[in-house]
């Protein structure tokens, strides 16, 4: 029996969307699904398939938590930071905006990016830079985030951003420079969501972890609700 897990599948189609629809920015976790190298990589084993005669179909899986669309909990980038199940609910479920940045591929997007897009009294700001265009296929010169970005952003109340590239730092950062300010200001992160064809605006997030003790992060199933 061919397993789906490794069957060519097409993406989600994004469409403009009316008040009310729910838009998918998580990319499809499959085997293919690239991850930071040397990190490991989705696989999804059959154990057993209605298809084959068994009673029930029945699948184990392995992969990093920093999986395609993921949440960061700040143990993954600070020492005594919160573990996942000890992140508030709330940060991932409201209102948010989404924003985008041109030109940002091999740069950090600085608040000279975002100058006039984010209102006072923002709490989530989702960040399209579409320098990470497919999921399936790595590339090292993704946007990043600039460390004054991060507390520009939180001086205007938002505790949550989230970007669609593998990481707010450089692929080859080891000091983790953006993490760092994202710890020391108490905002929150998502990274790996998926935004092409999406516009700029106000919606409202959905992007809710799994509830694992002690993890540094966990994939989670973003959508926006336009408002």
Same mark, same amino acid.
């Given at each position: 029996?061919?397993?789906?897990?490794?069957?060519?599948?097409?993406?989600?189609?994004?469409?403009?969307?009316?008040?009310?629809?729910?838009?998918?920015?998580?990319?499809?976790?499959?085997?293919?699904?690239?991850?930071?190298?040397?990190?490991?990589?989705?696989?999804?084993?059959?154990?057993?398939?209605?298809?084959?005669?068994?009673?029930?179909?029945?699948?184990?899986?392995?992969?990093?938590?920093?999986?395609?669309?993921?949440?960061?909990?700040?143990?993954?980038?600070?020492?005594?930071?919160?573990?996942?199940?000890?992140?508030?609910?709330?940060?991932?479920?409201?209102?948010?905006?989404? @924003?985008?940045? /041109?030109?940002?591929?091999?740069?950090?997007?600085? &608040? =000279?990016? %975002? +100058?006039?897009? *984010?209102?006072?009294?923002?709490?989530?700001?989702?960040?399209?830079?579409?320098?990470?265009?497919?999921?399936?296929?790595?590339?090292?010169?993704?946007?990043?985030?600039?460390?004054?970005?991060?507390?520009?952003?939180?001086?205007?109340?938002?505790?949550?951003?989230?970007?669609?590239?593998?990481? @707010?730092?450089? /692929?080859?950062?080891?000091?983790?420079?953006?993490? &760092? =300010?994202? %710890? +020391?200001?108490? *905002?929150?992160?998502?990274?790996?969501?998926?935004?092409?064809?999406?516009?700029?605006?106000?919606?409202?997030?959905?992007?809710?972890?799994?509830?694992?003790?002690?993890?540094?992060?966990?994939?989670?199933?973003?959508?926006?609700?336009?408002?």
């Amino acid at each position: 029996m061919n397993d789906p897990a490794t069957a060519p599948r097409a993406g989600p189609a994004r469409t403009a969307a009316s008040a009310g629809t729910l838009i998918d920015i998580s990319p499809l976790v499959s085997a293919r699904t690239a991850v930071f190298p040397g990190d490991t990589a989705f696989e999804r084993r059959t154990l057993m398939h209605v298809d084959d005669g068994h009673h029930i179909s029945l699948s184990a899986i392995s992969t990093t938590v920093h999986l395609g669309a993921h949440a960061d909990a700040p143990i993954h980038y600070g020492k005594g930071g919160r573990t996942l199940e000890e992140q508030p609910l709330d940060l991932y479920v409201g209102p948010c905006r989404v @924003v985008r940045v /041109a030109g940002a591929r091999g740069r950090a997007v600085t &608040a =000279a990016d %975002l +100058a006039g897009k *984010v209102p006072f009294g923002t709490e989530r700001v989702v960040i399209a830079t579409g320098s990470f265009p497919d999921p399936e296929r790595w590339n090292d010169d993704f946007a990043s985030i600039d460390p004054d970005l991060v507390g520009w952003l939180a001086t205007r109340g938002v505790r949550l951003v989230a970007v669609d590239t593998p990481s @707010v730092d450089q /692929a080859t950062s080891k000091d983790l420079p953006a993490h &760092a =300010a994202f %710890l +020391a200001h108490d *905002v929150s992160i998502i990274e790996g969501v998926r935004l092409e064809g999406v516009a700029e605006g106000e919606y409202e997030l959905i992007a809710l972890p799994l509830h694992l003790e002690g993890a540094d992060a966990s994939p989670v199933r973003a959508v926006l609700r336009p408002r």
